[in-house]
C-alpha cells in the first residue's frame, strides 16, 4: 500500500458481529469428483453472494464460499481507528503491524487468538518481518521517532526521526526489546529478509523505499539528484542491509544494488475507466478542481484546494472566505503550481524506468526474487544475497503500480499484482475492466518471464469500497497451484493457476462496505496460509483466522495433507520452498486430483483407494509390502493416463510411505 499517512478511520463502539451465511460453508465432498475441474460453473454460487452485503464496521454482513471463518478479533484500543498493515508469524504466534507499532497475538486457539503483546510505536507502514529472535520493522513515514514516541516530529529535518528498518529483540516475545535501527535516505515502505543458506552468521534484509529523499541535513550522503549528475544518488536502487546474528547492533547498509538500470519508461494506458470519467465529469459540473497530471484528469482533494484557495486570498491581501475571483484566479494557476510541487508528471522528455520497488519476493531454495517494481515486474538472481542482479524485466501498459509478486512452488511461474489505484481507491466496480488492478501470471523458461493470463476478483464492489490486487501467498496444495489473496474491501480469494491460462476461484469471503454512502477506508490488508489456517489482517477491524472446508474443488484429502506442511516462521515477502511428508493424506489427495482430471480410469481410482486402506490398516513389512504393491500397480498406469506426471507424484507419494 502507497498511502503514507496513517489513516484514522474514526472511533468506534465495538458491537455484535452480524454474519451473512449467504452461501454453503462447502458441500460434503462425495466419492467421486470427476467433472468440477471441467465445468466449475456448476459449484459457483449465482448470484454472487458478495454483491450487495450490508455495511457496518464490526457488523457488515459476510458471505462466505468454501471456508470457515473460525474468529475475527476487533483491534485493541490504542490501535483501533489506525491501519493495521502486513502480517510475519513465528511458531504460534502472529505479529501484525499497524500504522501505530505492532501487534502479536498467540493463535494456539485459532477460534480465539489471544493478544499478548501491544508495542506503540508510531511509523507508517510498521511492515514486519522475523528471523530466529530478531524482529524488523518499517519506518517511512515523516512521523516516525528514534525513541518510538508518539508525538512525531517538527520541521523537515529532525535528529529524532526515523526512516528506515527497526530491529527488535524477540527472544521474550511478549515482551520485545527495541536494540538498533539502520537509518535510509527514503525510508524502509516495505523489506524482505533474506537468509542466505551459504552464510549462517549473517541474514540480510533487502530494503524498498518509496518515498523522497531525505535531507542531507538529516542523513549525510542522501541525495536526491539523478545518478548521471551524482553516483550516489539515493534514487534508482535498493538497499540491503546486513545483519550480524550475534550482533544485530551491527547491521549496517553493505551495498545499493542498481538493479534498475538501462530500464526505459514503460507503456502507460491513456485511458480512464468509465467510473473515473464519470467522477471527473460530476466534479466539474460541481465545481470542483480539475488537473490534469501524468496525462490524465484527476480531481483536486477538497482539503488541498481549500489550502490553495487560501493562499489566493493571502496574495491578494484579503480574508475571510473565497471569492469567485479566487476561485478563476486559482483555475488559472493550478497547472503552473501543479507542475511546481509534483512536477509536470506527462513531460516525455522526464519520464524513466522505475526507481525503487515496492515489494521484492525471496525465494532462495530456487536463487530467485520477484521484484514488483513501479512500472515493471523484475525476476532477480540472488545467489549473491549482497548484491542481487536483474535477469528479466516486463513490462504491461494494462498495469498502473507493480506491487507485489509470488512465484508458485516449483518456480516455473510467478504472479505480479497492480495496485492500481494505490489501495486507496475503489477500483472492481462492475465497469472497471478486468485486465486493470489484476494480477499478472507469467511461465518462467529459461529465465525469461512469458506472460500468459490474468486474474481478478469476479465479484463487483461498490464506488465506497477500496478494492484492488493486494498481498498473499500460496497454499501447500500438493500437486497443484493454489494461492490465497487479499483485494482490500473485496475480500479475500482463493484460486487455483495450475493451469496459467485458466486461474479460477475456488473459494472467498468478503464483508460489505464500512460505509455504504462515504467512501472508508478497510479490508483485508493480507492474507496468508500458515500451519492449517488463513490468517487475515483486516485494515479497519482487526484479525480474522479461517480454515479451508471440503468442495467440489477441494477434497478433504488434499486440505489434510496441506496442513502436514509446517514452519516455525513466515515472512510476507519471504517465499518458502513446500515439501509434505509421507502421508496416507497425501497419497489419497493425488488420487483425488486423477480422478478430477480423469487421469485414471474410475476403476482403477476406486481399486486405488480400497488399496490404500487395506494398507493403512496393517502394520509392519505387511505395510511396506501393500504399499509398494500399490505403487508398483500405479507405475503401470504411467504410460496410458493423460496425467503422467500425477501418476508419478502418486507412485512416488505411496513408495514414500513405504520407507
Known amino acids: 500500500m502507497r498511502l503514507l499517512d496513517t489513516l484514522r478511520l474514526g472511533a468506534a463502539t465495538l458491537v455484535a458481529g452480524l454474519v451473512l451465511s449467504a452461501c454453503s460453508q462447502g458441500a460434503p465432498m462425495m466419492a467421486s469428483t470427476s467433472g468440477p475441474m471441467m465445468n466449475p460453473m456448476s459449484t459457483v454460487p449465482s448470484p454472487d453472494p458478495r454483491v450487495g452485503l450490508g455495511a457496518g464496521l464490526f457488523d457488515a454482513e459476510e458471505a462466505i464460499w468454501n471456508m470457515r471463518l473460525l474468529s475475527a478479533t476487533p483491534p485493541p484500543e490504542a490501535f483501533v481507528g489506525v491501519t493495521n498493515s502486513d502480517l510475519a508469524f513465528k511458531d504460534n504466534f502472529i505479529i501484525q503491524g499497524n500504522y501505530n507499532g505492532v501487534q502479536i497475538w498467540d493463535m494456539t486457539n485459532p477460534a480465539a487468538p489471544e493478544l499478548v503483546t501491544e508495542y506503540v510505536c508510531p511509523a507508517s507502514q510498521s511492515d514486519v518481518s522475523v528471523y530466529g529472535d530478531l524482529m524488523f520493522v518499517s519506518g517511512e513515514g515523516l512521523g516516525g521517532r528514534l525513541d518510538c514516541g508518539t508525538q512525531g516530529n517538527q520541521g523537515a529535518v529532525s535528529p529524532d526521526r526515523l526512516r528506515g528498518i527497526r530491529i527488535f529483540d524477540i527472544s521474550d516475545i511478549r515482551n520485545p526489546e527495541y536494540v538498533s535501527n539502520v537509518q535510509t535516505c527514503r525510508g524502509s515502505h516495505t523489506h524482505s529478509v533474506l537468509k542466505d543458506p551459504n552464510d549462517d552468521e549473517n541474514v540480510y534484509v533487502y530494503v524498498s523505499g518509496s518515498a523522497s529523499v531525505r535531507p542531507d541535513e538529516e542523513l549525510p550522503g542522501c541525495s536526491s539528484a539523478f545518478p548521471e549528475e551524482d553516483s550516489n544518488s539515493a534514487l534508482f536502487r535498493i538497499e540491503v542491509i546486513q545483519v550480524p546474528l550475534d550482533d544485530p547492533t551491527a547491521a549496517r547498509i553493505v551495498s545499493s544494488p542498481r538493479i534498475f538500470d538501462d530500464l526505459e519508461a514503460p507503456p502507460t494506458r491513456e485511458r480512464m475507466a468509465p467510473s473515473d470519467i464519470a467522477a471527473?465529469?460530476?466534479?466539474?459540473?460541481?465545481?470542483?478542481?480539475?488537473?490534469?497530471?501524468?496525462?490524465?484528469?484527476?480531481?483536486?482533494?477538497?482539503?488541498?484546494?481549500?489550502?490553495?484557495?487560501?493562499?489566493?486570498?493571502?496574495?491578494?491581501?484579503?480574508?475571510?472566505?473565497?471569492?469567485?475571483?479566487?476561485?478563476?484566479?486559482?483555475?488559472?494557476?493550478?497547472?503552473?503550481?501543479?507542475?511546481?510541487?509534483?512536477?509536470?508528471g506527462d513531460d516525455e522528455e522526464e519520464r524513466r524506468g522505475p526507481d525503487q520497488c515496492h515489494d521484492i519476493t525471496l525465494y532462495p531454495e530456487i536463487g530467485l526474487a520477484g521484484g514488483a517494481c513501479e512500472g515493471y515486474g523484475l525476476l532477480l538472481d540472488i545467489s549473491n544475497p549482497a548484491m542481487p542482479r536483474r535477469i528479466d524485466a516486463v513490462a504491461d501498459s494494462n498495469f498502473a503500480y507493480w506491487h507485489s509478486a509470488t512465484f508458485n512452488n516449483d518456480g516455473t511461474k510467478v504472479l505480479f499484482t497492480d495496485e492500481w489505484g494505490g489501495?486507496?481507491?475503489?477500483?472492481?466496480?462492475?465497469?472497471?475492466?478486468?485486465?486493470?488492478?489484476?494480477?499478472?501470471?507469467?511461465?518462467?523458461?529459461?529465465?525469461?518471464?512469458?506472460?500468459?493470463?490474468?486474474?481478478?476478483?469476479p465479484a463487483a464492489q461498490t464506488s465506497t469500497e477500496n478494492c484492488v490486487a493486494h498481498n498473499g501467498s500460496l497454499i501447500p496444495i500438493p500437486g497443484r497451484d493454489v494461492m490465497v489473496q487479499s483485494w482490500y474491501q473485496g475480500g479475500i480469494s482463493i484460486f487455483d493457476w495450475t493451469d496459467s491460462a485458466k486461474p479460477m476461484e475456488i473459494a472467498f469471503h468478503d464483508r460489505g462496505p464500512i460505509d455504504a454512502d462515504e467512501f472508508q477506508m478497510g479490508g483485508s490488508w493480507s492474507v496468508y496460509w500458515y500451519n492449517g489456517y488463513i490468517v487475515s489482517s483486516e485494515i479497519a477491524r482487526g484479525l480474522d483466522v479461517f480454515e479451508l472446508t471440503p468442495s467440489a474443488f477441494l477434497t478433504a484429502n488434499e486440505i489434510e495433507a496441506a496442513n502436514t506442511v509446517e514452519y516455525d516462521l513466515l515472512n510476507a515477502q519471504g517465499q518458502p520452498k513446500y515439501t509434505w511428508p509421507a502421508s496416507f493424506a497425501l497419497a489419497r489427495a493425488y488420487v483425488d486430483q486423477l480422478e478430477r482430471s480423469r487421469g485414471l480410469e474410475g476403476a482403477d481410482v476406486a481399486t486405488v483407494r480400497e488399496m490404500l486402506s487395506r494398507a493403512e490398516g496393517a502394520?509392519?513389512?505387511?505395510?511396506?509390502?501393500?504399499?509398494?504393491?500399490?505403487?508398483?500397480?500405479?507405475?503401470g498406469k504411467r504410460s496410458s493416463s493423460s496425467d503422467a506426471a500425477k501418476v508419478g507424484m502418486l507412485a512416488d507419494a505411496v513408495r514414500a510411505l513405504a520407507s
Do not use: H
Open 280 to 344: 471527473i465529469d460530476r466534479a466539474r459540473a460541481e465545481g470542483k478542481f480539475v488537473v490534469n497530471f501524468g496525462g490524465q484528469d484527476r480531481v483536486l482533494p477538497d482539503g488541498f484546494a481549500e489550502q490553495l484557495l487560501r493562499q489566493m486570498i493571502q496574495a491578494r491581501g484579503g480574508e475571510g472566505d473565497p471569492t469567485d475571483a479566487d476561485s478563476t484566479m486559482l483555475r488559472e494557476q493550478l497547472p503552473q503550481i501543479i507542475a511546481e510541487r509534483f512536477g509536470a
Open 619 to 635: 502394520s509392519g513389512s505387511a505395510r511396506r509390502t501393500a504399499l509398494m504393491e500399490i505403487a508398483s500397480m500405479v507405475d
Open 423 to 457: 489501495g486507496g481507491q475503489p477500483k472492481c466496480r462492475a465497469d472497471d475492466p478486468k485486465e486493470w488492478g489484476a494480477n499478472a501470471i507469467f511461465d518462467i523458461e529459461d529465465g525469461e518471464m512469458d506472460f500468459v493470463s490474468y486474474y481478478k476478483i
